[in-house]
């Protein structure tokens, strides 16, 4: 029988009142130092979020003991989270996968087989599948967590190789508003600036982001930012949720979820009635813009549109603590300060209209020509460590080919064919499908053989109950490549096991356009491999059953896209090879040009890259901090002209800068009678993704062993719930029972649910829903509406992470 | 500042000796680190350090909570380890984030005689 935390704290008590027996302590200082003290610290980046931290992997006698942050770098300037400074632990876990597994039907039980034997059966299946129902019933799902080098070979195969686009990455998940929004607002994606703002800014607006979890490393600097000078810097956040975030705010502007497009549109007016607009940045650089296609409209236009929210009227649609007041002084801040700086995440993305979201904050910088300048900038964090290195600038979507290419456009598709060698035409001039339409279309059947890597759609796909269901089918193939078992390989056909960050050699490139390179030191356990040399020789397979199947074609151009990787050692020589053609050949004169960025330049400067890097001149300067500024850029200093900044980027012909006439528009399920409540969900900082990994690293597992729904403390007197007792979630796609943490978090009306839990009737995502933004397609995460009741006081729980003995 | 520590330290040494265990440790046992921590069951034990240290060690958690640490959420398990490998934190774990200063500073003193535990103020 479980106990209440306050029965707990009464025995606890009453414990230590009597007699303390004590804990073994099995380690005192002498042995933990004696762990800790290492012969060599290796360099290398971050396995965990979007920041890049730099850290060394402190070795002994081979194996790895320790993480330490790197004083000197330009990310993390040392710091590393609770994340960060265990990973090491995952290289040597006795539960990672060694063998490949393989079954033929998904009721049967995973046998060990050969790789010999895994890399035929996936390959047979593939081609199978191409020769029978044609290459659209093939798909690759990948991850802003695979290296650069490994995203690129994946995509390649799949267009180059099979001919198709369907080619997606969880990226789609969390990221895609933001490359919407940077797209039609800037004309380029990804942010204009570095990190390096955050110690030159004096307002922070931080919105729709907990980054003290989800990026504590970057929170730590914009702590430090603020602490160090308290009364000049502003922090203003932004957040339906009270969260460790909003301990370093001046100001928290708490409104309803959803109503976030009124908030901001309700700043620009402001802005704009105060006088608090930069006209000369608006005249020079600037254009407004509304529909689709895209008009063009005047600056009283503009006025005119934002006369429907005025602080009066959006503080009413916001509601919380919103006051016309408190939106006044937030858009003077942000207009007035020296320098600010925008931070935002899942909050604005994972929105019905997420792109949209990101143009009005991107409006804010424009009116105020907050861009460009030291500490000013329209700044996106990433939630994984290579979504933009890997699958942004790889090609790892449907709709893009490497280096920022959009697959539609001929010239570029041809571009792509032309250098990879293989005809044109082989590459559709179709988008694939994107993530949802993907997984719908394994539940239509219409994809039979799909490669999930480095990623656990089971898991974290909203309203993963009803995709479930498709990747259960007999008749789709699904492979899966990971390190550890997950909720994915419990729905695969096969199952590859591969290699872990340090088990291999690759880059990353993190949210400030930077790549890092880190090289392999220690061997994967049992028999692991590189994905890269897993596809290499997948490919390779490939081509003998085409052969078999009569296809030459196919069997050629799959030859073609392997042949410069042929015969390269899979630990560096060939992540190398595929390095050098992607930079050198598919971002050379391209927006993301990284040809300056060679392995020996990355090994030279282990600060990394920021592209573009045209040449290794300015590449072994580090490359280019801010875009678009003439002296800095070096693609600006290209254009002719005297004007301080060229916004060049390739979807703005005008190298113009839009300012978006974008309505208020709510969540896809708002709360009603039935469902009366707003459902959101996160994460917590001890646990990456679907914990996979972290969970099986005790300090990190327990810290946080189990999945919460937080509740507003008026919701839970109302509804009489207490501090742990067990509440049922419903929403229209099912029902979830957690505890409930009651604190100010949540505003009232609105519930929180961690989604790291794997647990089956804690698991979020079997209740969140799959509405998605029609521009980016990227689901809504963050709002649903769900109603809420007591099923029992506490209950004693217990963590559950697949394949983990706990 | 000097007060307080010492009070903390003054006071947690006579809680040890107070709390003394009834039954005779084994001299195994005794030689250990003096740190102790009430019996927990296994269901106990999946509950965050924080969570019970709020309220039975609130002059701790407080400083910690306010401090840069506590800011950047740095918990306890980051420094102590779990339930499992409790431990003190020794200069190795420190220098997990502050390479430069493990460095720099005197390597026969501990990090915290000179930064105050749980506030890490940096000395005068």
Redesign the interface.
Known sequence: M??T?RQ??K???A??AA???????????R???QA??VDRWEPGVCRFCGVGCRVYLGLKNGKPV??????ESATNK?????KG?LFYRIIHHPERLKKPLYRERKDQPFREISWEEALDIAARKFAETVARYGPDATAYYGSGQALTEETYLFQKIMRGGLGTNNVEGNPRLCMASAVGGYLTSFGADEPIGSYANIEKAYCFFIIGSNM??CH?VL??RV??RK?SRPDEVKVINADPRVS?TS??ADLHLQFKPGTDLALLNAMAYVIVEEGLYDEEFIRKYCKFKIGKPPKDVSFEEYKEFLKQYTPEKAAEICGGNITPEKIRTAARWFARSKATMSLWTMGINQRIRGVWANNLIHNLHLLTGQLCKPGADSFSLTGQPNACGGVREGGGLCHILPAHRPVKIDKLRHQVEDLWGVPRGTIPPKPGYHTIAMFRAVNQGKIKAIWINCTSPAQSLPNCDYYRKGLRRDDVFVVVTDIFPTKTTELANLVLPTAFHFEKTGVYGCTERRSQLTVKVVDPPGEAKPEVWIVREWALRMAEHFERLGDRRRARNLRICVKPFLGKEEGYELPKAIWEEYTQKLTKGRDNDLSGATYEVLRKRPDGVQWPAPTEEIALRGGTPTKFVRGIDPLADKHPGTDPYVFYGPAHRDHKLYIWLRPYQGAAEEPDAEYPFYLSTGRV??HWHTSSMTGRI??LL?????AYVEINPRDARKLGIKPNDMVEIETRRGKIVLPAKVYEGPIEGMVFVYWYDMEESRMANRVTKDAFDPGSKEPEFKICACRIRKVSGPR????YVVGHRI | MRVKLGTLIVGLTALLFA?A???APSPE?AK??A??????SE??????CS??HR??TPEIYEEWHKS?HG?????C??CH????????P????C??????AYDNCPKDRACWECHTPHLFKKHE
């Not at chain 2, 800011?71 to 918990?75: D, E, G, Q, R, T």
Request: hydrophobic fraction near 35%; include cysteine; charge should be positive.
């Open positions: 479980g106990l935390r707990f704290i025995r606890t008590a414990l230590t007699s303390l027996v004590g804990i073994e302590l099995p380690r005192g200082m042995e933990v130092a800790a003290d320790a993480i330490k942050g790197i004083t040392g710091y590393v989270c609770m400074m003290a979890e504590p929170f730590r702590m430090n602490l460790p301990r370093i900082i001890d005790p300090e327990r810290a946080n062993p189990y004693p729980l217990k963590p | 709390c265990p009834q039954k046992v250990k680190p740190v102790t921590h009430p019996e927990l269901q106990e034990k999946w509950i965050a969570e019970c309220t039975e840069r800011l950047a959420m740095v918990k398990f980051q380890g779990t339930f499992e490998t409790f431990h003190e020794t200069r190795e774990t220098r997990t984030c502050h390479a430069k």
